[in-house]
């Protein structure tokens, strides 16, 4: 039986920290501060932390195939150019609704960047109802919609054996599992794989791991819980040192560290004088299980 150990790494904290990614040819971690307009990569091996400021909230950040990433900004899907610190937008989304933006974002296997809108919030989950989509950006350049009504566009991932798409959309309280086609990127069939408890909250950003269970970051639960989403029952919880656990990612050495970013936006003066490491990124290490590497963006 490994001990499970958790420390904050990058020194700063964010605002509202989120996508977490690892980049195994820089060592790095990079995540992004949504309101803090941030794009951020700490180096785990100098443990120094560079950053790119943009002019819009920064949601996700992707690995891009042919060098530097993929971001999604404001209601754009852009590129990033780490070396100049240039941002250049590729294309946008929800042009008729301004005070959208967009929220959690990844890669699928076949090198498609999907991500989801949503409104802006007032105070964390205060929003207008039904006013984001799930999007995805094609390497060909295209956008594709899949869906509306969306509240709180959030985590997501693929199973391993790439048939499977699992979706959260925060207010729904509910981890849900599409099929997918990795040919043409289609998903149908939705239905839900796990229903939060009260005490979990909010789900959040998510990743699987190689035994294909799924990492759930709870937003005001200050955890992660793993789950099967086979059985829908609840394997796991590890609990972290703040309450607002926003996303989560596998990293480090083959893997098998699970970083998970917070936020501290939203915190009341009393719980952040008991919380001060509220709005760093963690690093949970003994946990016996491992992670995959992200897919690159193949545009
Ligand atoms: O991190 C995100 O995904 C959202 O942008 C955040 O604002 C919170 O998750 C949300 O407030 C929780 O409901
Ligand atoms: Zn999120």
New binding site residues.
């Given amino acids: 039986m490994s001990t499970i150990k958790i420390e904050a790494v990058a020194p700063e904290a964010s605002r ?1 920290g ?1 996508s977490p990614l690892w980049e195994e040819k820089s060592n790095s971690l990079l995540f992004v501060d ?1 309101p803090g307009k941030k794009i951020c990569r700490w180096n785990s091996l100098t443990n120094q932390v560079q950053e790119i400021v943009i002019d819009s909230p920064a ?1 996700s950040v992707a690995i891009r195939q042919c060098g530097g990433y993929v971001a999604t900004v404001g209601t754009r899907f852009c590129v990033v150019n780490w070396e100049n610190q240039l941002v250049s937008d590729l294309v946008s989304v929800d042009q008729d609704k301004k005070n959208n933006r967009f ?2 974002g990844k890669v699928d296997p076949a090198g498609r960047y999907f991500a989801g809108t ?1 409104a802006e ?1 007032t105070a ?2 205060v929003l207008e109802r039904h006013q984001g989509s799930l999007y995805a950006l094609f390497p060909n350049g295209t956008v594709k919609k899949y869906f509306d009504n969306v509240d ?1 566009s ?1 985590g997501l991932d693929w199973s391993l054996d790439h048939k499977i798409f699992y979706y959260i959309d ?2 729904s309280y509910s981890v849900d599992a599409f099929d997918y086609d990795l040919q043409t990127g289609l998903i149908v069939n939705r239905r839900s794989i796990y229903k939060m408890e009260k005490e979990e909250q ?1 789900p ?2 998510m990743c699987i791991d190689t035994e294909g269970k799924l990492w759930v970051a709870c ?2 639960g200050g955890r992660v819980i793993r789950i099967d989403p086979e059985t829908g029952k609840r394997l796991q919880t590890v609990k972290l040192p703040t309450d ?1 656990t ?2 989560c990612c596998f990293g480090g050495k083959d893997y098998s560290e699970l970083y998970v970013t917070s ?1 501290r ?2 915190m009341d003066p009393d719980k952040l004088s008991r919380q001060p490491e509220a709005g760093k990124t963690f690093k949970i290490t003994g946990l016996g299980v491992k992670g995959i590497a992200p897919f690159a963006f193949a545009g």
């Fill in positions: 509202c989120e949504i949601t929220n959690d949503m919030e964390p989950a709180i959030n925060s207010l909010i959040d950003g937003y005001n607002k926003t996303s936020a936006d939203g």
